[in-house]
């Protein structure tokens, strides 16, 4: 089992930019795909982006490519999302989360194949 702990949300103007961070407890998935997904009330969870460790692989949500960056520190346990030119519409609930099931073919970008998730960091973005 593995525990995620998120951090580095917080409430910024638009325009402004927020690291968030995602620390696993184990590094017995470290070669799991991980990811970062956003939800808001009554909505569905969105993806945002994930990142395989092989090779660095990455993805991004249509709404954040461009301005969002998906990192990982393997020694450290970590992956980062770098989130720049924010916008009001990317306020949530950020939450990441690992796959460590997942085959090399499987679509990284869907909740459904992340079986442990973090508690959620908010991210509010004001106009």
């Known amino acids: 089992q593995v525990q995620l702990v998120e951090s580095g949300g917080g409430l910024v103007q638009a325009g402004a930019s927020l690291r968030l961070r995602c620390t696993a407890s184990t590094r017995a998935f470290s070669n799991s795909p991980m990811g970062w997904f956003r939800q808001t009330p009554g909505k569905e969870r969105a993806f945002v982006a994930a990142?395989?460790?092989?090779?660095?692989?990455?993805t991004y949500g249509n709404s954040v490519k461009g301005r969002f960056t998906i990192s990982r520190d393997n020694a450290k346990n970590t992956v980062y999302l770098q989130m720049n030119s924010l916008k009001p519409e990317d306020t949530a609930v950020y939450y990441c989360a690992v796959a460590t099931t997942a085959q090399a073919m499987d679509d990284i970008s869907s909740a459904g194949l992340y079986d442990y998730w973090g508690q959620g960091t908010q991210v509010t973005v004001s106009s």
């Open positions: 990142i395989r460790w092989t090779a660095g692989l990455t």
